[in-house]
């Protein structure tokens, strides 16, 4: 059975900045295309980033320009900069067979426990 970890996230400032790693039990790049999603307070889980195995990637429009999604051969990862209060929230990383970078939820088989990001 496949699993994710996510880690490093943590209480940070407005205008900070932060990394998130999600590791796998399985090769990360055998993985199609991965993602990060995000479940703010009291919200819908929704996505943030998600990156297929050319490295292509797409963003959720609040943000673009402040996240970057990358991997490696073990890790995926999410460099989060000028973040704002309404980036907190629990962080997923997700991973699934979809050729091309999405940001549909259905298409993730697999998911992780999650790192909590709160933003002050």
């Known amino acids: 059975d496949v699993q994710l970890v996510e880690s490093g996230g943590g209480s940070v400032q407005a205008g900070g900045s932060l990394r998130l790693s999600c590791s796998s039990s399985?090769?990360?790049?055998?993985?199609?295309?991965m993602a990060w999603f995000r479940q703010p307070p009291g919200k819908e889980r929704e996505a943030v980033a998600s990156?297929?195995?050319?490295?292509n990637t797409l963003y959720a429009d609040s943000v673009k320009g402040r996240f970057a999604i990358s991997k490696d051969r073990a890790f995926l990862y999410l460099n989060m900069n000028d973040v704002k209060r309404e980036d907190t929230g629990v962080y997923y990383c997700?991973?699934?067979?979809?050729?091309?970078?999405?940001?549909?939820?259905?298409?993730?088989?697999?998911w992780g426990q999650g790192t909590q990001v709160t933003v002050s």
């Open positions: 997700a991973a699934g067979s979809s050729l091309s970078a999405t940001l549909v939820p259905v298409a993730y088989n697999f």
């Open positions: 399985r090769y990360i790049a055998g993985f199609h295309s």
């Open positions: 990156i297929d195995s050319d490295g």
